[in-house]
């Protein structure tokens, strides 16, 4: 007989519960078990969600259940390294950061402040590893970088009518009887919002979603709207002329909580049902029976994303849809409103956070989807400084991005815990420590609670956080700035330094023994049901929006308009070297093609394909399906270029053109052609 193989010996293990530090609206409480290793040391092994936190009920996203997998990941910088003779070498802590600061004396003494970029955006949503952080550049005078990659269009666009973004409380979703998912995959992107979502669907809710092209949130909806990308603007002005000619607005709210009603029905006028439908490509039938559901089954819940404002005329569109239910007085009832984001009910104080207080009016401004352009070599930036973010793979013209952080009279710091494509192209290396690793404070874009983490797990190898690798940086340049060296006990003290209600009975303290706390929001949450946070103190419909078609028409040699939204198993570039998303394991991005057009441009199911745009051009393998419509293709989530058949990523195609209010991104609204091979 042979002998038994003795049992794994049991390895002790413990459950923690942290905040997750990932840019998406659930800013979900994990409950994360942690594993004593042979050697004695701690380490990350699953993640789940806290059963207990009202929004994250339980369940870790198919996203952030993979997180040890990078937060072990081999691969992962845990030293300081130092481009020599065109590879990077590893060197100690002191060689760096004092090569760092003296390259960075030189940059100031020949050339000024102005010379030097940070480049960063919500790899964590940490207020300290992520934005207090900038203090540093903001001590040197440094190029204020406008972080406009993501949310500004959208929170131009909200400001305009409703000034502070407040949305409805999540909880309350399951009143609304019809909800309305609007240019947002929230089943894969906010993904708790599900659950409620089911709720109201039990109480009899209908749900609709209205997106270009068919996915999971579509599947999920009873109804799906097919729309043109970029009609979206149409589209509310069509439904906004419906409700009014059956009377099913609400002149009461409209008198007492709006301004500018009349002008802003005047510009609906010819929307017609049949104009409306052959600008959006929609029926007039399904134009008229979505007016009807707003107009006669509410309360009405609106889910706006930020995916119909990556088109030049986005901001405008975004502005259009959210002002509909103040044309219907649906603030007024529970579970109705537009959610776009929750951030405005974080009133904390952060007049000291970053150190904002110290941006000259005459500071030099560099919009982030520009990167490329200020990368060029006359385009003065010496010095280049990226955090939490993974440039070379999700800012536009990557091709142009990469280019620039290759010039040899650039010196290029990436702080990273991932060897990214960025990380790759750094001078100087700086291992990163992860949410598990340092203590930080975060709000959310989804719900209402606040989220403390302590630093619970040891940083391996030099790993260390970015608000030590700044502070270490101003010591050597001498900058006295007292917030750059602010512990983790004196920025909470400062942000939570104020009078506001939402933030009453919130204490460090509280924060600490709690880890999630929520907002002190009345019992009734209807935060425009009276007037809004504007200059009138009213919701304002003017100035009044336009329809304006996207600029860049469709043509004959770029016949097609690309899509590039996140991935289900995404969540941005930050999971893209784990073996899930990896070519060597047999996966790779797809180009989505409508049947008609496979046929037309003679591209084949499962083969590759060239997409080419006035920017550059890519390989992807071709799926052919009806998800998509004619004249539309898809690439999902910004896979990093490694996982590609020719390396690249598929910002090569997408342009820095800025949106129409809040210079945001337009990756929604490429124009390319398609070829065999
Ligand atoms: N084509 C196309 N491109 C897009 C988009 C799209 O839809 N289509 N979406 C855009 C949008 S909305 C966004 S928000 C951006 C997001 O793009 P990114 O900002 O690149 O994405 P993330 O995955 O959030 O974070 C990137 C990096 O932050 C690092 N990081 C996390 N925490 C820390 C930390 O504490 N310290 C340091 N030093 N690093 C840390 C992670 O390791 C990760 O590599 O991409 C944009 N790009
Ligand atoms: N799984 C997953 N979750 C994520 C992320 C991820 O990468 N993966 N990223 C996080 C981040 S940083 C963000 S900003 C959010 C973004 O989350 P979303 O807001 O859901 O994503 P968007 O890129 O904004 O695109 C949403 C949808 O808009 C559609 N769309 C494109 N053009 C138009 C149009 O003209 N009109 C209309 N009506 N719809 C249009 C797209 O087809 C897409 O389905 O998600 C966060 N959550
Ligand atoms: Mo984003």
Known sequence: MTARPSPAPERPTRDVLLTCPLDCPDACRLKVTLETGADGVERMAKVTGDPDHLTTRGFACAKTVHYPARQNHPDRPLYPMKRVNGELVRVSW???????????KGILERSGPQAILR??????????EGTHVHSFFRSLGACELDETICASAGTAAWELGYGPRYGVDMPDVPHARTIILWGINSLSTNSHLTPWLTQARKNGAKIWHIDPYRNRTSRFADTHLRLKPGTDTALALGLVREIVAHSWHDAAYIAQATQGFEAFQQAAEPYTLARTAELTGLSVEEIAELARAIGQSGPTYFRVGYGMTRHENGGTALRTVSLLPAVTGDWKRRGGGCTLSTSGAFALNRSRLGAAYLVKPDARHINM?????????DAGIEALFVYNTNPAVVAPDTTRVRSGMARPDLM????????????L???????????AEHADLYTSYGHHSLGYNPATLPAPGEARPNSWVFAELGKRLGLDTPELYWSMDELLAALLDTEHPHLAGIT???????????LNLPDEFLPYAHGAGTPSGKVMFTPVPEYVPVQAQLTAEY??????????????????????????EGNEPQVMVHPQDAERYGVRDGEHATLSSEQGQVTRRV????????????VEGTWWGLSAPDGQSINALTAPTLTDLGGGSTFHNTRVRLSPG
């Open 369 to 377: 989807n520009e990167l490329a352009g200020a990368l060029a070599p």
């Open 94 to 104: 002191e060689v760096a950061l004092d090569e760092i600061a003296a390259n960075l």
């Open 623 to 634: 799926k052919v399906t009806t998800d998509v419509q004619p004249g539309v293709v898809v």
């Open 508 to 518: 460090p303290e509280r924060l600490k023994a709690e880890g999630s706390v929520p």
């Open 559 to 584: 016949p097609l308009r690309l899509i590039t939204p996140p991935a289900h198993h995404f969540m941005n570039s930050t999971y893209g070297n784990v073996a899930y998303l990896n070519r060597a």
């Open 425 to 435: 192209l750094a001078d100087y290396l700086l291992p990163a420590t992860t949410f």
């Open 119 to 128: 480049y960063n955006y919500a790899g964590t949503m940490g207020l300290r």
């Open 412 to 423: 290029m710091v990436v702080l990273e815990q991932a060897m990214t494509e960025t990380a």
